[in-house]
């Protein structure tokens, strides 16, 4: 199926999520699935204030258009697009979306499912969490630094 | 010894307090060069996790480096 301009897009404003959701419309679709990953204000047992992503554009496109091909090809679904923030975002707001289309509603499941785990391992993009405690942190990566070792 | 220019992103740009840096290298692979790159910059630890990518393209870190090409380290992903 012939995908419109690019069904992959990394935002650096609010995601519209009405907007998103009706351009998955598709009448030969009798399933529409929306899934939106929000802010939370805490994570590991900290407070967190607010978060900001740093996105690898140029890869970070490429992988994620990959990614909806992957979906398209594996699952019997019709339309599969997905969003990605970047930048300063506060709590509550929607980090990422992804929107699937089928003709029933187990493969549009299992097609969701795939992306957004998909989008988490594969795609350079990076978050910092702001916690109320006056600490920052990049997730994921307590092994990525350390203090120098002294001579 | 080859040249290349190495890229660093998010904690690893912290942790080498640059964001690109052109080197000289007998490294073979971006396992190599990460190690290598490790004395020079000593507040990058470890490469655990991490993803790498030459000339914008996913590598594996076992990927043969040529002179000339872009190497970006990128640290433990967490979109979503």
Known sequence: MASDMSDFAISHQGIDVPAFRASLEDVTSGACLVFEGWVRNHNDGRGVLRLAYEVYEPLALKEGELILQEAMSKFEISRAKAIHRAGELALSEPAVVVGVASSHRDAAFRACRYIIDEIKQRLPIWKKEYYADGNTEWVNCQHCAQDPVPK | ?????????????????IEAEPVSTSASTPAELFLELKGRHPRLASSRGALVAINQ????????????????????????
């Open chain 2, 1 to 17: 010894m080859k040249s290349v220019f190495v890229k660093w992103f998010a904690a690893y740009r912290e942790a080498t307090g």
């Open chain 2, 57 to 80: 393209e996913m590598a594996d870190w076992e990927t043969p480096i040529e002179a000339g090409d872009e190497v970006l380290f990128f640290p433990p992903v967490a979109g979503g």
